[in-house]
């Protein structure tokens, strides 16, 4: 009988207790148990299943959970007695930052402190009778939603202190979501503050505790060691393409198909594949999105359940802002195609505005992107840390194509309109839709930080036009500075189906106004038409079977907002 399929359960026990559905990861405990390690990061594409892979943890060692066996029975680690009689055995902190959001660092701040004087108020029987001393029952006491930042950093060290003289074992720390609040201190602007703050607060609870047993930290990017980790010599870090853990979180393949036949679905084993594989940890390939997989399981529809969870907010900032180098190689990877770059996967948020590879790391880490076979790294990468990528799956292919709009328009403005334009040779139009474009959004781009201003037009203008041909792909292969002729254009469209006279080919030239060489923009726009007839770039499109009486030759001139779009 196929067991009811629930969305969102956090907690193994409500998950074992009412026997919904649930993918046996218990295998998990051992592995991390035998590995021995004293503190381990494991990073995870969110809703990954890393939460309740550590709840389960949790039920498993804390001696809060003693003689609850039963929620193990059947379970892979069931089989193991020398590890069920480990269950039930250890004093276990379990905190959470996924939900500490603060616009500001003070707000932040006090989120942390919060979820930390919970654990005090959970704990509260530490303080009946004599096992602690006077100063450290007054320590105690002192920890409040509003206590110093040096009370804040030594809470959970003492608390370890605390559990140990109680129970008298040392304490397992489990801290799920870390990252959250640096993710929210880099676009809100406090990260230093809360480097300084956290760097105190770990080094404190994971390097000077001897009362440490072990510690488990998860989260989604791998914050630089040199930033909130440069204390911690003992911290052993997983990331996507480590060996350790490769099946503890998401869903294999052998999962999937079972957890389908289970479920009545066995005749969509194919386009389940197509939407939600893709994922590699180490060398485990057809790793499957979780999140997906379940809701797919219960509502039995092919959508972008896991892609629609989240706002994104980190890479949407690092795209708006980004260059069009970046808008660039994400209309390559929209349109099938895979790249090569450079990946860091130590992130270190303070250079994300200097770093136009940094997107692709936070995308990696994200799961928006996949590492194509080591294999083939092996022969590709020019360097140790170049990576051939591309898209995840069908999932993440739909979910840019229609984030790509809001990303290159924030003004909103009828795109559809535009490309009509374009391709019709509605001059008029085009120059409407992009001088409103201009009025209403590209003060709110950032121009670069190693780019010079002049060409700060040029590059948002580039990259909001690749934007808009993304719904193009069916008819246009979209190319982008690339050699033809004599020169490199800015953008080619060249049409699929060169018989079809409604899809011409197109190159566009952009410039920005030289006020040495021309008086006006309209002296730009001509020199930037003339330019794409001596350089011959319709050179390329005529090679590939496009009759050259079918072509349309934009110039896009600038001018600070001003535009004006000619074409021949």
């Not at 009988?1 to 919904?20: D, H, L, P, W, Y």
């Not at 066996?69 to 276990?92: A, M």
């Not at 219960?298 to 808008?327: E, P, R």
């Not at 194509?372 to 790294?377: A, F, G, Q, R």
Request: hydrophobic share 35%.
């Amino acid at each position: 009988m196929a067991r009811t399929v629930g969305i969102g359960t956090q907690s193994f026990e409500t998950v074992r207790e009412k026997n919904t559905f649930y993918v046996d990861k218990t295998s998990f405990i051992k592995e991390w148990w035998e590995n021995q390690d004293d503190v381990t990061l494991i990073t995870r594409p969110r809703r990954f299943g890393k939460t309740l892979n550590m709840d389960m943890i949790k039920c498993f060692f804390s001696n809060k959970y003693e003689g609850r066996r039963d929620l193990f029975e059947g379970l892979d680690i069931w089989e193991d007695e020398k590890y069920l009689e480990l269950q039930g055995t250890y004093p276990v902190i379990f905190l959470s930052f996924a939900g500490i959001k603060g616009n500001t660092f003070e707000v932040t701040q006090q989120q942390i402190c919060i979820k930390i004087s919970d654990i005090y108020e959970e704990n509260r029987y530490l303080l009946d009778g004599d096992i602690l001393s006077e100063n450290e029952k007054k320590f105690y006491e002192s920890v409040s939603m509003d206590m110093s930042d040096a009370v804040c950093s030594m809470a959970l060290n003492k608390m370890c202190i605390f559990m140990h003289k109680y129970y008298g074992k040392k304490v397992i720390i489990l801290l799920d979501e870390y990252d959250t609040p640096m993710q929210e201190a880099y676009v809100n602007g406090y990260w230093e503050e809360l480097v300084a703050f956290t760097r105190s607060l770990f080094n404190s609870t994971f390097k000077t505790n001897p009362y440490l047993e072990r510690a488990i930290m998860t989260g989604i990017t791998r914050v630089s060691k040199e930033s909130i980790f440069s204390d911690l010599n003992n911290l052993v870090v997983v990331t996507s393409t480590s060996k350790q853990y490769e099946t503890a979180f998401g869903f294999t393949e052998e999962e999937v198909f079972n957890a389908l036949d289970e479920q009545g679905l066995s005749d969509k084993k194919e386009e389940v594949k197509m939407w939600y594989d893709g994922f590699t940890f180490g060398d485990k390939k057809d790793i499957y999105n979780p999140w997906s997989i379940i809701n797919f399981l219960k509502f039995k529809s092919l959508k972008t359940y896991w892609a629609d969870s989240s706002s994104n907010g980190l890479i949407n900032n690092l795209v708006q802002k980004g260059s069009s180098y970046i808008k660039t190689m994400l209309e390559t990877l929209i349109s099938g195609k895979t790249i090569n770059v450079r990946i860091d996967e130590q992130i270190v948020f303070s250079e994300l505005q200097y770093s136009e590879d940094a997107v692709w790391s936070l995308m990696l880490a994200s799961g928006y992107l996949k590492v194509i076979s080591s294999e083939e790294l092996n022969l590709t990468r020019e360097s140790e840390n170049e990576y051939e990528l591309g898209l995840t799956n069908r999932e993440i292919l739909f979910m840019f194509r229609k984030m790509i709009l809001r990303w290159f328009s924030p003004a909103k403005m009828e795109t559809n309109g535009f490309v009509r334009a374009l391709i019709g040779g509605d001059i008029e139009s085009m120059n409407e839709y992009m001088n409103d474009v201009a009025l209403k959004t590209f003060s709110s781009f950032d121009s670069g930080k190693h780019i010079s201003e002049k060409k700060a037009p040029e590059r948002f203008y580039h990259g909001f036009v690749l934007g808009l041909m993304v719904d193009q792909t069916e008819n246009y292969i979209i190319n982008s500075n690339r050699e033809s002729g004599y020169g490199r254009y800015d953008i080619m469209l060249e049409p699929v189906d060169k018989e079809n006279i409604k899809y011409p080919g197109i190159v566009i030239e952009f410039k920005v106004i030289n006020p040495r060489k021309e008086n006006s923009l309209e002296e730009t726009v001509e020199a930037a038409l003339q330019q794409i007839k001596e350089k011959d770039y319709d050179a390329e499109l005529i090679k590939r079977g496009v009759d050259k009486e079918n072509i349309h030759h934009y110039g896009f001139a600038f001018k600070g907002k001003e535009v004006l779009i000619d074409g021949d």
